[in-house]
C-alpha cells in the first residue's frame, strides 16, 4: 500500500512538473498566413548591418589554433573539416577588401561587423606586426570614406598558436594576454571606430570546442567546456573595464556577442525531454546570461559540472548585448552517459542547409528572454545557409518581421547584421555551407549577388 502511495505520489509530481513547464516554457508557432509582413518597418537610425570573420574571409590565417586543426587528423585518422577542406585563401578578403566594401555598399547596409585576426597581429607574443595593423587600419578608412561605420569584433573563434601552446582560455591566468592585445588596437583605432564586440559567441567556442568536440581542441569534457566558458565571460568583462578606461573609452560602445539558441523537447508530454532541455538551455543560455546579469555562475551536475564563480562587479558590464541567432533544436532524451539526446526535426520543419530549422518566431523569443539583462539589443547576426537561395528571401522576411515585432512591443532593439555578406569557410563544415548575400566562386574569387539578397535591400530601402 504505502509502496503504491509513493509510485502514486512520484507520479503525480512529475505530471506536474511536466504541465508546468509546459506553460512556464512555451514553444510558440506563428500562423504565418495572417501575419502582414508588409508591415514590417523599421526605425530611421536603425543599423543596418552585414558580418564577416578574420579566418573565414581573410584568406592566409596560417598561424592559429584553426589552422592546426584544419591540417590535423581525429583519432581514426579522419579529417577534422568536412571532405578535408581548409580555409585556404577563403574569400581573399584581405586583399580584396576594396571590392568587397563596394559590395556592402550595393546593400545600402550602414555598417560593416569583422573581426582582426589576432595571430596576424601578434604572430608572436608581445610583438605586434606593423603591416598588419596597417592594413586593418585602411580597411577601416576606406569604410569609414564610403559612409560605412566598422564595427570590430575582437575575437571570432580564433586564437594564435602561441597563445593555445599556453593554454588558452582553459587558464584564467592567460585572460591578461587577450586584454593587452585588445588594449592595443583598441588603441589603434578607436579614435575612428566606436563599435566594439569583446567576445563572439563564448558558448559555441566553449562547447563546440570542449564538449562536442568538433572545433579545436576537439575535447569532451564537460566540466572543461563550462571552465572555459567562464573564463570567455570573464576575458569579456576583463576587456571591457580596462578598454572603458582608456581613451576613447567613455564614448566607445563595447559589448559581448552571445548565440541564443533554444532548446525545446522533442516530446512536450515527456519528463526526460525536459530535463535535458533544461538543463541544456541552463548551460548554453542561462550561464551567460545569469553572469551578465549579476555576476555569478553557479552549476554544478554531479560527476559532469561544477563551477562556481561570483564577480557582483561583472554584472551589467556590456554597453549592448550582440545577439547571434539562427534556430532552436529539439531535443529527445537518449539512455546514453556520452550522448544523453539526439537532435530531432518534424516532417513539417522548413530546414536551412544546416541542421537548422527556419524558426523566425525564435529570434523574437530570444530577443524577449536577452532583454532582462536591461541593455539595448543588437542582432549581430542572422541568416541562412541556402546553395539553391530558395528560401533566403522568406528567412529574410520572417526573422525580419520578428524583429520589427519586438520593437513595436517597445524592446530596444538598435539595429540588425546579416549573416553573412558573402559565402565563406563555415568551421567544421567547410565551404559547403553559402550562408552569402553574395554567393563566391572560389576559383576565380567572383562574387555575384544573389536573388533572395534582394529582399534585405528592399526592407532596407523601405526604412530610409
Ligand atoms: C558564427 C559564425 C558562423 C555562423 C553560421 C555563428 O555561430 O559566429 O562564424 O559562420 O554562426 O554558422
Same mark, same amino acid.
Given at each position: ?38 508591415? #514590417? ?59 568587397d566594401i563596394k559590395m556592402i555598399l550595393e546593400l545600402g547596409v ?269 542582432? #549581430? ?40 555578406l ?15 548575400l553574395y ?8 562574387r555575384?549577388l544573389?536573388?533572395?539578397a534582394?529582399?534585405?535591400i ?7
Amino acid at each position: 500500500m504505502t509502496f503504491l502511495l509513493i509510485i502514486l505520489s512520484f507520479v503525480l509530481i512529475c505530471m506536474i512538473f511536466i504541465i508546468w513547464c509546459h506553460y512556464r516554457f512555451p514553444e510558440p508557432h506563428w500562423n504565418w498566413d495572417e501575419i502582414d509582413l508588409k508591415e #514590417t518597418k523599421f526605425p530611421k537610425k536603425f543599423m543596418w548591418g552585414t558580418a564577416t570573420a578574420a579566418h573565414q574571409v581573410e584568406g592566409n590565417c596560417n598561424n592559429n589554433n584553426w589552422f592546426e586543426w584544419e591540417n590535423s587528423k581525429d583519432d581514426l585518422g579522419n579529417p577534422r573539416i568536412k571532405d578535408n577542406q581548409r580555409s585556404g585563401k577563403a574569400c581573399d578578403h584581405w586583399n580584396r577588401y576594396e571590392e568587397d566594401i563596394k559590395m556592402i555598399l550595393e546593400l545600402g547596409v550602414s555598417h560593416y561587423r569583422f573581426s582582426i585576426e589576432w595571430s596576424k597581429v601578434e604572430p608572436k607574443k608581445g610583438y605586434y606586426d606593423r603591416k598588419v595593423i596597417n592594413h586593418y587600419s585602411n580597411v577601416i578608412d576606406k569604410l569609414l570614406e564610403n559612409n560605412i561605420t566598422p564595427v570590430i569584433t575582437l575575437h571570432h573563434f580564433t586564437n594564435p598558436t602561441w597563445f593555445d601552446n599556453l593554454g588558452g582560455f582553459e587558464r584564467e591566468q592567460n585572460i591578461s594576454i587577450f586584454v593587452r592585445f585588445c588594449e592595443k588596437i583598441f588603441d589603434e583605432y578607436s579614435s575612428r571606430v566606436n563599435l566594439w564586440c569583446t567576445i563572439n559567441e563564448p558558448e559555441v567556442y566553449s562547447m563546440m570546442g570542449y564538449f562536442v568536440g568538433v572545433f579545436p581542441p576537439g575535447q569532451k569534457n564537460p566540466n572543461q567546456a563550462v571552465n572555459v566558458l567562464k573564463n570567455l565571460l570573464v576575458a569579456h568583462t576583463a576587456v571591457y573595464t580596462k578598454l572603458k578606461s582608456l581613451k576613447n573609452g567613455e564614448k566607445s560602445k563595447i559589448g559581448i556577442v552571445k548565440n541564443v539558441m533554444q532548446f525545446d523537447p522533442y516530446r512536450r508530454w515527456n519528463l526526460l525531454d525536459w530535463i535535458v532541455c533544461i538543463l541544456t538551455n541552463n548551460i548554453y543560455n542561462g550561464i551567460a546570461l545569469s553572469y551578465l546579469k549579476t555576476g555569478k555562475i553557479n552549476i554544478r551536475i554531479p560527476f559532469f559540472i561544477n563551477i562556481n564563480y561570483s564577480n557582483p562587479l561583472a554584472a551589467k558590464k556590456t554597453d549592448f548585448f550582440g545577439l547571434n541567432y539562427y534556430s532552436h533544436s529539439h531535443l529527445k532524451f537518449k539512455a546514453n552517459l556520452n550522448e544523453f539526446f539526439d537532435n530531432k526535426f518534424f516532417a513539417t520543419d522548413t530546414m536551412t542547409d544546416m541542421p537548422y530549422v527556419i524558426y523566425p518566431e525564435g529570434l523574437y523569443r530570444a530577443i524577449k528572454d536577452v532583454e532582462s539583462i536591461g541593455k539595448p539589443i543588437i542582432i #549581430t547576426e542572422n541568416g541562412i545557409a541556402d546553395a539553391k537561395d530558395d528560401r533566403r528571401a522568406l528567412f529574410i522576411e520572417r526573422y525580419l518581421y520578428s524583429v520589427y515585432r519586438a520593437i513595436r512591443e517597445g524592446t530596444n532593439i538598435k539595429g540588425y547584421f546579416y549573416w553573412s555578406l558573402m559565402d565563406n569557410f563555415e568551421w567544421a563544415e567547410g565551404y559547403d555551407m553559402k550562408f552569402g548575400l553574395y554567393e563566391v566562386n572560389f576559383k576565380n574569387q567572383k562574387r555575384k549577388l544573389r536573388n533572395g539578397a534582394k529582399e534585405f535591400i528592399k526592407v532596407i530601402k523601405k526604412s530610409g
